[in-house]
């Protein structure tokens, strides 16, 4: 089947102790992306990549990291996470070539707590 | 920067028909998404228009002017489940047109 899997889908932590939230797609898609969804802001993105260790800013980059090591895996990475960074995030990811950058394909979600 | 703007809510009948529009202001344009997202869910697309004009998909169409910066999603003949929140979605110049911008959504409650 394919799909954007998301690990862990909920997460409590406390303040400045670092965490991974890993994706993986199984579609081969070339970009994928990461999104933060708080109440009436919509989704913002984080960073996005376009392929292998290529990967640029999106609107709300600050205090995140991300790589692109596979093709298949855009792990997001919060070295020091703050409590405005408390959010609901999505991976997503598209076929840059068949439907293009703007049909994405969105994984189930991470609920992250930040203490 | 590039904003877009939609209805924060939008109640209709069933079986009627709603439109949600977005209005876009963007450095250069490439094309507007639509997705869909229901509670406790993740967005799904829905439909894109790169070129002015109509795209059906079934009970949804979508429309996009260019010249006037502004597209709509239409649903007809709604349904209860299509009780969703919905997002136009724009790439342009800046990130050179691979940075994606979401507007803020439109929260759509379908009534019997």
């Known amino acids: 089947e394919a799909q954007v899997t998301q690990n862990p889908r909920y997460l409590i932590t406390v303040t400045g102790k670092k965490l991974t939230v890993t994706c993986s797609q199984n579609?081969?898609?070339?970009?994928m992306s990461w999104y933060r969804q708080d109440p009436g802001l919509g989704l913002r993105q984080i960073y996005y990549?376009?392929?292998?260790?290529?990967?640029d800013k999106g609107d709300v980059p600050e205090g995140y990291k991300v790589s692109r090591k596979e093709k298949r895996n855009f792990p997001l990475i919060l070295e020091s996470p703050s409590p405005n960074q408390t959010s609901l995030y999505f991976c997503?990811?598209?076929?840059?070539?068949?439907?293009?950058?703007?049909?994405?394909?969105f994984g189930p979600g991470t609920r992250l707590t930040v203490l | 920067g590039q904003s877009l703007e939609q209805p924060s809510e939008v109640t209709a009948v069933e079986g009627a028909i709603v439109q949600i529009n977005c209005t876009y202001q963007t450095s250069g344009f490439y094309g507007l998404s639509w997705y869909q997202q229901h509670d406790g869910g993740a967005p799904t697309f829905l439909s894109y228009?790169?070129?002015?004009g109509l795209e059906e998909t079934g009970r949804f169409s979508s429309f996009l002017s260019r010249s006037d910066s502004y597209g709509y999603l239409l649903l007809q003949e709604l349904q209860m489940k299509d009780s969703a929140s919905y997002f136009c979605a724009v790439r342009d110049q800046s990130g050179g047109y691979q940075k994606v911008t979401f507007g803020t959504g439109t929260k759509l409650q379908v009534i019997p």
């Open positions: 228009n790169g070129l002015d």
């Open positions: 997503a990811s598209s076929d840059r070539d068949r439907g293009g950058i703007d049909t994405q394909y």
């Open positions: 579609m081969n898609h070339e970009y």
């Open positions: 990549s376009m392929n292998v260790e290529v990967t």
